[in-house]
């Protein structure tokens, strides 16, 4: 592997991320962690099939021209994953400084929400929307990364759950930010309506925007209802 590691930029549970470059490109290393408390056997069988799925689906958004990292290597048994170093910091960061005007915060969230829109009309859910999984870059500009819980879906409820999750998060972490979910879900909508009615995909029909905010409606509905 040509990767050249430079500074550690995470260090989490499940994997530890290097900032680097691989052929002179600025690159970023993704090496999953074992998980001492499961069996090594699952442990590796999870690992090695979670790390497949996150860069085949990382490939096909970034052939269908989204702006996700490019995958440049893999190496599913030893853990590895070498991606393109998308500039930017992390939502969470960006929405927690006070330096920031409030409109370059609501550009990112409505950038935000368009990514994840263009997310959702390829058929894909990505699983864990926090606020760290999302990169803004100086124009406000919004990547998402880690797609190691992401799938291929065509049932309204994982798309609602997306933006549900989004919603909890704002709500928790970030409440003196007005409107941030309005911005996010404003984002969301626009997006569809720049680009028209999903196309169909290899499973069939996708959930509009206006089907997965319905949904997001009725998940918040039963949230409050049952805990
Ligand atoms: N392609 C990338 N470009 C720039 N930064 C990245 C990229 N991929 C990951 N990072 C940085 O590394 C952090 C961790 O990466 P990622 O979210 O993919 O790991 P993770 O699965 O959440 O790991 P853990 O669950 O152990 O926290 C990100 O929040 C981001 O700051
Ligand atoms: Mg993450």
Do not use: C
């Amino acid at each position: 592997m040509v990767f050249q590691a430079g500074e550690r930029l995470h260090l989490g549970a499940e994997a530890e991320v290097w900032a680097g470059t691989w052929l002179g490109r600025p690159a970023v290393r993704k090496q999953r962690r074992t998980r001492a408390w499961r069996h090594p056997d699952l442990d590796h069988r999870l690992g090695h099939r979670r790390m497949m799925s996150e860069a085949r689906l990382m490939v096909r958004m970034h052939r269908a021209g989204i702006a996700v990292p490019a995958l440049y290597d893999l190496d599913p048994s030893a853990g590895i994953m070498v991606m393109q170093h998308m500039p930017g910091r992390p939502l969470i960061d960006v929405l927690r400084d006070d330096g920031l005007p409030a409109s370059f915060k609501q550009t990112a969230l409505a950038s935000t929400g368009a990514a994840i829109r263009n997310v959702h009309r390829l058929a894909i859910t990505h699983g864990d929307l926090s606020t760290n999984n999302v990169l803004i870059n100086e124009d406000g500009h919004a990547t998402l990364i880690d797609f190691g819980l992401a799938a291929v879906d065509y049932e309204v409820e994982r798309f609602g759950i997306d933006l549900h999750v989004v919603d909890e998060i704002l709500g928790a972490s970030h409440p003196d930010i007005d409107g941030a979910i309005e911005a996010l879900l404003a984002g969301y909508t626009a997006e569809e309506e720049r680009q028209g009615p999903p196309m169909e995909q290899t499973g069939g029909a996708v959930p509009t925007a206006s089907e997965v905010l319905q949904r997001l409606e009725n998940v918040r509905t039963r949230v409050r209802y049952h805990g």
